[in-house]
């Protein structure tokens, strides 16, 4: 049994690898695509493009010399007892490092034909470029085995400077970017490498992979796989649990609170909502307050979000405060799930619990009118504001849903059933959902 376990974690490994040199060549092809553009490049490769198109060294020499410094700064924020703890993760960035700068020069030797000349050719190249790019960081991310010196040293200076890493990923970019059009003017008298094309990057790239994550789960199966010597009966789908629990995601003002606890009454099993909010404060370790103003929403714009995320590595890994509340409250969902039949509301809980079985998905929806009459009966909206704050309320929850989950908040096909609450009563929604619960 030993055996089998080495062997599967030796065969996952090699799998995660695979996936990860492939994601370094994709990435590479990515920035080189956008650098062939002649519309600026990534910031991180700004420096090095702009040393390249003045000297007689290669992008991905300079490349690797960046990354060199990057690593030595590392070491110098680490300290000796980091740099014990991080041993691994640091030494593994120098082959890393050393092969996407082989991958840059091949896959610019690759691209020198292309020379393109109008306007739209380059813009469709540029395009092209983020598309791979954040192909490559997906795979990166599912890889799951290493991170490259540009995002790992920010990990290091959000720890040590107790910042957000968006923060700092904002302060680390216009500085290499400031570094990068200096040198090009100490050089050439011009700006060079930094231009529109920098700034489609920065807004397209996030967005692009958390388009394209989600799609890339047949990997994650692929990596996991189990090996040949393992028996049928470890690969078997699991067996259904004894209880139930229901999801009910919910527009502002559709009545999710109300119908989920007159359900939870009627099966007599506990309800969580904003209840919730204690013991994802304790599975966190951050205040009760702190909790509830990141509760189902985003501090930010969705779009900034997507530009500054943290996607070079699983949100389970991430220095951000609120994908760190996201795991936290994950794992209380899922806790709650294990533990008996209950009714959750909101908070991506169908997403949470997408693959435990015995689960059922509801989502609620109702007319802008209903919904601004609730909010002014149910909860005090002055009802001049009411419909404008239905309106950036339910905004706020697609934008966190679909930050965390890539997918449509409110699409039928999330979901067991959706219902309108402003056709249907509340006891008639309550008695519908009940009668989707299989008799044990």
Known sequence: MDMDRNIRSKQEKTRRYIVFFISLFIMSFGVSLVTRSLMGTSPISSVPYV????????MG????????????????????RGIRDSKVELLM??????????????????????????????????????????LGIALEVVADVCMNSGEYVLHIASRKLKKEFGTMKIMFD?????????????????????REGTII?????????????????????????????????????????????????????????????MLAKRLGVPFYDNAMM????????????????????????????????????????????????????????????????????????????RDCPGCIHIFLHASPQHKARRAVEFYG?????????????????RDHYAYYTGKTWGDPKNYNAVYDTSTLSTAAVVASIAALIPEK
Request: glycine letters at 6%; a neutral charge.
């Open 201 to 261: 990057v920065a807004i397209l790239t996030g967005p692009l992979v958390r388009l394209i994550r989600p799609r890339l789960r047949f990997i994650d199966k692929w990596e996991e796989a189990p090996s040949a010597h393992q028996g049928a009966e470890t690969s078997s789908v699991p067996a259904p649990t004894p209880h139930t629990v229901i999801t009910i995601g919910r527009e502002y003002g559709s009545g999710g609170h109300e119908i989920g606890e």
């Open 93 to 134: 960035q120098v082959p890393v490092s050393l092969l996407f700068g082989v991958f840059i020069d091949i896959t610019m030797s690759i691209l020198s034909f292309w020379h393109p000349a109008l306007y739209y050719e380059k813009l469709i190249s540029c395009i092209l470029g983020c598309c791979f790019m954040a």
């Open 278 to 353: 204690e013991m994802v404060a304790q599975e966190s370790g951050f205040s009760e307050h702190t909790v509830r103003a990141y509760d189902q929403k985003l501090p930010h714009s969705l779009l900034f979000e997507m530009i500054t995320q943290d996607f070079s590595v699983p949100v389970e890994r991430s220095m951000s405060r609120k994908d760190a509340l996201f795991v936290a409250q994950s794992r209380v969902i899922r806790r709650l799930a294990q533990q008996g039949s209950c009714v959750i509301v909101g908070r991506c809980s169908d997403y949470v619990l």
């Open 51 to 58: 040393w390249s198109l003045n000297t007689a060294l290669s």
């Open 381 to 397: 909206i002055p009802i001049e504001k009411a419909a404008a704050t239905v309106a950036q309320t339910n905004s706020i929850r």
């Open 61 to 80: 020499t300079y490349i690797i010399f960046l990354n060199a410094i990057l690593i030595i700064a590392q070491l110098l924020m680490l300290g000796r």
């Open 174 to 194: 216009v500085t290499l970017l400031v570094i990068a059009v200096g040198c090009s003017w100490i050089f050439a008298g011009r700006i060079d490498g930094v």
